[in-house]
């Protein structure tokens, strides 16, 4: 393998190389570390001009930082029936329980168990679904749609037929109906273990189109492009061109369509789990927990529902205000 | 144009074809509903002889066979959970969603378009800002979460309308029907908002942006010169030539309608068919599941190609381009 081609790869592909040619300030006055070149870059300029979607970078990351250190943060353990005291039950938020005086911030269920913790755990699934799906609609979608754009011919037809039909169908409607067969397909002893990688895959399946159609127009675009034909000329081969070189000039875009694909993974989660075919009651995600608190709504207990949906909402929130942004962001239309 | 519609169809064909596969694939290999069905409490012969009565100990092909025939005709078995003809259970609960569909359609067509083309014309007037506003969170809020708030605020605190269920209904010759009711009515009005508001928001953004643009456009600028009415030119001259675009994702949108309605069922617990397919696949109820996969892609595929040939039949620029397409 010669590394002639070496050259014909933008070393940092995207986003940076795409916003370094309009970095302000002339080349000398520019920093050389990799960090600090991308605290110098366009977007990271435009992001600071931008108050709304720093506030969503903000409540973003605190929300993840939240989930990942759960176990550390939350002062209850939720999925500990020894830590649970059924007296403690129904205590509203900020007030001393009537019977043993203890006091939690956003109350507890019915069980007594502590709102608060129950959303961070519940907050570390529905990420982690999230994050998942995402990834596992991106992986499909993007190998598919490379495929069609670089290899084309057949393959292109009956990837792009598939991907056209399924867009007929709304991708909710899809997740649910590959719930219900990989439900189906489990052993019934093990649906509750499996229900969450049942999850993943249902809404990964759902949501591969965009990714493929994507990738596939712009890798259609870059296969007409010279450093193509040189690699070629140089004897790639060409899953290789494929892969080192079309690839990741047509990852662009991915990172836009995949931030919009959290916050649409984050709510088909919440919506399955709140219809009860998603997380399963021992492992309760946001949606579930929105799906107990519905319960006590009539009840009066209203902080069981108020504070996961509210979490919910601002989490989808932050997040599609995110990929809004870099949707306009990395737009050369809108510069 | 005849081309183009014989392509729709074959195609058609070929996604109902796909769908029956699918459909027939949960039937054959997805579990034992025998397990469901007799719980506990069996003998080996009684497994043997609720095989028998299902089909189940028939080879593939025939069992494949079997399925094609039945479903062309409306026949998808017999329900694991309620032990009673899939088909029955449908046809009865059918009446249920599409009321609350082609309702929440309406308010969501009439509304979209009215706030699209007054936000359009009052691109600066607070009243269009606070509804793009408004709007803007209407397309955030995830469907369950809307419903809940208005039970909340609707049905808890204010105690206005009822929070589940369709109220009492009238039996119009096998068609239960909930509109002839006050009780039937009032319980209509919240699964309906919660059902229509996302495709309102969408019609009236979709609206305005598509007016925007024709309100730039040359021919308005003549017909304001030539001095006719502002009503005139918005509403015959631009309103009209907007509707193409809205009329294809509206058709679009009325299959996403009767597929969110699953959401909104259980929500309110409306027995329409929805609510029939969310339980279905919580027990794994297996034919529930195969005739309702079967019933929305036909009617999804019906839906797409009406629109697609609809839209070719409106706009003459298409049809130029669609036959070049096809080629």
Redesign the interface.
Known sequence: MTDVSENAIPENAIPENAVAEHAPGPIAERPTGRFARALDSDLAWRFRRSPLTVVAALVTVSMILAALLAPWIAPHNPHDPASLNLMNGFTPPMTANAFTGAEFLLGTDDQGRDVFSAILYGLRISLFVGFAAVGLAMLIGVTLGLIAGYVGGWPDTVIMRVAD?QL???A??IA??I???A???TP?ELRNEMAIWVLILSIGLSDWVQFARTVRAAAMVEAKKDYVAAARLVGRSKAAIMLRHVAPNAMGPVLVIATISLALAI?AE??LS????GAPPTQPSLGTL?RIG?RF??SGE?WI?LFP?LT??VL??AV?LLGDWLRDALNPKLR | MAAFIIRRLAQSVF?LL?VGL?AF??FR???DPV?NMLGQERTMADIARVRAELGLDQPFLVQYARFLQGAVQGEFGVSYRLARPVSEILLERAPATLELALISAALAIGFGVALGVYTAIRRDGWLASVVMTVSLIGV??????IG?LL??VFS?ELGWLP?FGRGETVDLGGWRTGLLTESGRRALILPAITLGLYQMTLIMRLVRSEMLEVLRADYIRFARARGLAERSINFRHALRNTLAPVITVTG?QL??II??A??TE?VFQWPGVGLL??N???V?D?PV?AAY?MV?GAL??LI?LVVDILYVAIDPRLRADRTAAAR
């Open positions: 039909v007929t169908f709304p909710i409607l649910m109906l719930f219900g067969v439900k189906g397909f019934p709510i919440a919506t709140f219809l009860g075919v929105i519905q709504l009539f209203w529902l949906s919910l909402l989808a929130l599609n | 996604v796909a699918v694939g949960l290999f997805v579990g397990d955030s809020l995830p469907t369950f979460l809940i039970i909340w808890v929070s679009l299959g996403s597929a969110f699953i959401i259980t397919f969310i279905a696949i919580q794994v297996i599941m996969l929305i999804f595929v797409n």
